[in-house]
């Protein structure tokens, strides 16, 4: 069974800096692209950021290029988050998800997995 489970959210002034993690089971991510979506108040779930299996390539969403980074331990089969220089615009439940292919999509409908979510909360 497959299972995504995030953690690392939590409340955090704006420029400040938060890591999330996401630990997959059931599958291996040295074989599956795997993304960051994020869902904020009243607006649908995006892919955000993804690094692909093949060779670590990844896609940022315009609005983190500089800020955010995702990284990936095969040893762990654990992505990461890393998020830097934080906004209140930032805020939302951040999910991880398992792509159908070695690739990055850029739709929900080329990820076939997600995690329960993680809330972040940028907010002085």
């Known amino acids: 069974e497959v299972q995504l489970v995030e953690s690392g959210g939590g409340l955090v002034q704006p420029g400040g800096s938060l890591r999330l993690s996401c630990v997959a089971s059931?599958?291996?991510?040295?074989?599956?692209?795997v993304a960051w979506f994020r869902q904020a108040p009243g607006l649908e779930r995006e892919v955000k950021v993804c690094?692909?299996?093949?060779?670590?390539?990844?896609y940022y969403d315009d609005s983190l290029k500089g800020r955010f980074t995702i990284s990936s331990d095969p040893a762990k089969n654990t992505v990461y988050l890393q998020m830097n220089s934080l906004k209140p615009e930032d805020t939302a439940i951040y999910y991880c998800?398992?792509?159908?292919?070695?690739?990055?999509?850029?739709?929900?409908?080329?990820?076939?997995?997600w995690g329960q979510g993680t809330q972040v909360t940028v907010s002085s």
């Open positions: 059931g599958f291996t991510i040295d074989d599956y692209a």
């Open positions: 998800a398992k792509s159908l292919l070695v690739w990055c999509g850029h739709s929900e409908r080329a990820y076939n997995s």
């Open positions: 690094i692909s299996s093949v060779d670590g390539s990844t």
